[in-house]
């Protein structure tokens, strides 16, 4: 049999380490587990009692991003080794190994050397906020105390990956019509900035008079093309400033305050926000956090400045002691159909359960609204294409009709 070094953790989460005799390293870990141990590191001793495979602590690369399907896949593989008995240090250095993103196996190897050194894998994630969320975070912390870390990363992984349905339904639905957008500023850009000049040149070689409608769209030409080079330079600058003015509290408030009263788009932005909230508030109740941390979590992770400071309104009202439906109720943003569920769920101690079926119902809603959306931005910028492509062949066409008619 062989020497093993562990370090593991008891059902309190203290933190213990010592040697133990077993014919595997897998033998070592199911000798641990029948303590009641979870197992942070088991590594094989030499017969010259050093430690082997011991990997060397990684630079963390300062700049990077890790992707929403990146930390899905990171919670998937990471439950699945756990799962199967894999220690959580053996796991995570595992994936730091495997990932592609320079910047994510940094970050993953930090974690791991963390680890190693005796801090809890929830501390570890804590020092990483650019990547984990305050909600990640706040899961992996009550999967550690009730001992249930592999279904907290679990219902963790899924909730990502809804959150990328979600996502890539919403980037189908608007890619088309981007498409046919773009295609149709350049087809109107070429026509007043090409075309409509070049018909120009050959109405002045007339000397005719032209007729009104002609000489209306060959000013617009003209006035497009003077001012044409100063048009893209504010756009570019309007760009520019908005994308500063968002990044300020108060013109992240009024951009998401302005998102979420726009026509139609509105109602979208809003059912995503809400589908988001509850599935957020949903999983963290699940993971046994309490409600009014969940809702100091969820605000932070809201995406919306004006849902933060709602969400933020209700946890001070639940502090106080009022129930959640109550103090939604107080506010139009949440839709009485939301507020009557989340009131059955506090009646029937099933809170969580109803959060979840909000969350399905808003999502629902919105592949319904973009399929909407889509069905009807399509045919409108068609015939939009349609009717300037027309409006600018009839200018042209009606000089050269009233030439031919002087002629004869």
């Known amino acids: 049999m062989a020497k ?24 070592a870990i199911s000798a641990l ?5 979870l197992p942070v590191e088991v590594r094989l001793v030499s017969e010259k009692g050093t430690l082997i495979a011991i990997t060397e602590k990684k630079q963390i690369k300062q700049r990077g991003k890790v992707s ?48 190693r050194e005796g801090t809890s894998f929830s501390q570890a994630l804590s020092k990483h906020p650019r990547v984990f969320s305050p909600l990640y975070t706040a899961l992996v912390v009550s999967g550690e105390e009730s001992g249930n870390l592999v279904e907290v990363l679990k219902d963790l992984s899924s909730e990502l990956e809804d959150q990328l349905t979600l996502l890539r339904k919403v980037r189908q639905a608007v890619s088309y019509p981007a498409v046919i957008l773009l295609f149709f500023v350049a ?15 050959i109405f002045e070689s007339f000397g005719a008079q ?19 080079p100063f048009l893209l330079v504010g756009l570019i600058l309007l760009g520019v400033f908005l994308s500063w003015y968002s990044r300020t509290k108060s013109g992240s408030r009024r951009i998401d305050g302005l998102k979420l009263r726009l026509p139609v788009f509105g109602d979208l932005f809003l059912k995503v926000s ?3 909230f509850s599935r957020s508030l949903a999983t963290l109740l699940q993971g046994g956090v309490s409600i009014v941390a969940a809702l100091d979590i969820v605000a932070r992770t809201a995406g919306n400045t004006i849902l933060e400071d709602y969400i933020e309104r209700i946890r001070q009202g639940v502090i106080k002691g009022e129930l959640l439906g109550d103090e939604m109720k107080k506010y139009r943003l949440f839709p009485a159909m939301m507020v009557r569920m989340v009131r059955v769920g506090e009646e029937t101690g099933r809170t969580d359960d109803m959060l979840t079926r909000v969350s399905k119902f808003f999502r629902d809603e919105v592949d319904v609204t973009l399929n909407i959306l889509s069905s009807i931005l399509e045919p ?9 492509v027309g409006t600018v062949v009839l200018a042209i066409y009606l000089p ?3 030439l031919a008619a002087t002629v004869r």
């Open 380 to 388: 409108v910028l068609i015939i939009g294409l349609g009717v300037i």
């Open 274 to 276: 809400l589908a988001r």
């Open 33 to 37: 587990r029948r303590q009641q141990l």
């Open 187 to 201: 087809v109107v850009a070429f026509v007043f900035l090409y075309l409509v000049p070049k018909f120009q040149e």
């Open 68 to 115: 929403l399907p990146e930390m899905a896949l990171f919670s998937r593989q990471l439950s699945t080794m756990l799962e199967a008995g894999i220690p959580i240090l053996d796991a995570v250095g595992d994936l730091a190994s495997q990932t592609p993103n320079r910047f994510f196996s940094s970050v993953l190897s930090d974690i791991a050397s963390n680890i």
């Open 210 to 228: 032209l007729p009104l409608f002609t000489r209306i769209i060959l000013q617009i030409s003209r006035f497009s093309l003077k001012f044409f």
């Open 4 to 27: 093993y070094f562990y370090i593991a953790r008891d059902s309190s989460g203290k933190r213990l380490q010592g040697m133990l005799e077993a014919d595997s390293n897998t033998a």
């Open 400 to 402: 050269i009709f009233k």
